[in-house]
């Protein structure tokens, strides 16, 4: 709405799924120019973490933090109910075992209201995982769609299945809680046991939920294909509109935040291990057992995750269909044939309109 009105914060945040949408409409300031001046600088940065941050090989945002989504495991209700936790790699085959095992132990207490897992069949990124593990990615390099209807059926057909041996809520309590907050989610009311978020966060759900015994695990994997995780997290970007010393002091206030010690000291992993590699021990003597527990997960993932094609120009658009669509299959109004099809061609007429424009 800012953006819209012209009205734009000088120095703000922007996320890499929808960051093409305000691109392409130029406004996001290029960064190159502050490097060259000497108010921004990448020193210390490894390439591919300020790569997360260019499109079309023009630097747009710089990283505020490296993240990977993950999985959070109450391994208290584990223990309480009998059932082995979750494994580091685990896989979808996995989940639906673990998610088995769950359901039988919620019904011989004869608690029908608790699952193993939130139902994320409505979450575009969760799904991009499940799309990179079949070798493609949602998006190529020269912004067409890279998905295939396979990847839409097999990913809604395994939730549905899922829905159906009562692994996840029904769509009634997914809506329902869909929007609370955490102290109020399924999560904080021990009706899931695992759930899927930024790693980033685990000092918060490990703060906000003291009396629960909180794991790490990646998210589920696909057994002899190919890796899901990519570096994820939001970015730091300059707006366009704003006036020339406006956008001098942004981008010197954007330097202060990633590549001074002072600057790393205060923002630590708020969001994620930050871009500047070489002032790491600006803020790691400093880190918490729960930061220096996401240390540890995002350098794991580090290793094994390769870096993920940025989303197009009408990504948000895409984002909003697959949400539709996922929960229409939800509540039984569509059916995961029809529900892919209809997603890949609206997902089709919306990249081919904003390259029209």
């Not at 658009?317 to 209809?342: C, H, L, P, R, W």
Request: proline content about 4%; hydrophobic content about 40%; overall charge negative.
């Amino acid at each position: 709405m800012q953006t819209s009105s012209n009205n734009a914060p000088d120095f703000m945040g922007m996320h890499a799924q929808y960051a093409s949408d305000y691109i392409g409409r130029n406004k996001v300031e290029p960064l190159q120019p502050y490097i060259d001046k000497g108010l921004l600088t990448v020193s210390g940065w490894p390439e591919g973490v300020v790569n997360t941050g260019a499109v079309d090989g023009t630097l747009y945002m710089l990283s505020m933090g490296i993240t990977f989504s993950c999985v959070f495991a109450n391994e208290s209700l584990f223990d309480r109910l009998g059932v082995t936790k979750p494994g580091f790699d685990w896989s979808w085959d996995d989940l639906k075992t673990i998610g088995t095992q769950v359901r039988e132990k919620f019904d011989a207490e004869g608690n029908s209201d608790a699952w193993l897992m939130n139902d994320i069949s409505t979450s575009l990124n969760s799904w991009r995982y499940f799309v990179r593990q079949n070798g493609r990615e949602l998006y190529t390099a020269d912004g067409e769609i890279g998905f295939t209807l396979e990847d839409i059926v097999g990913f809604w057909t395994m939730y549905d299945e899922l829905r159906n041996l009562g692994v996840v809520p029904d769509p009634a309590t997914t809506t329902e809680y869909g929007t609370a907050t955490l102290e109020d989610s399924l999560f904080s009311r021990d009706k899931i046991l695992v759930t899927m978020v930024p790693v980033n966060q685990y000092k918060l759900y490990s703060t906000t939920f003291p009396d629960k015994t909180i794991g790490i695990v990646r998210n589920p994997t696909a057994v002899g294909k190919a890796v899901g995780e990519f570096p994820e997290g939001a970015h730091f970007a300059i707006s366009s509109e704003s006036s020339q010393d406006k956008k001098d002091a942004a981008a010197m206030l954007m330097n202060h935040w990633i590549n001074t010690a002072e600057g790393l000291s205060l923002f630590g992993l708020d969001q994620g291990v930050p871009g500047n590699e070489s002032l790491s021990d600006a803020y790691i003597p400093k880190l918490d057992e729960y930061q220096l527990e996401i240390l540890d997960f995002v350098n794991t993932l580090s290793k094994i995750g390769t870096p993920s094609t940025f989303p197009v120009a009408g990504a948000t658009e895409i984002d909003a269909a697959f949400k539709s669509i996922a929960e229409s299959i939800a509540f039984g109004q569509t059916s995961v044939e029809a529900g892919a099809t209809q997603f890949l061609e609206q997902a089709k007429t919306i990249v081919a309109n904003n390259k029209a424009s």
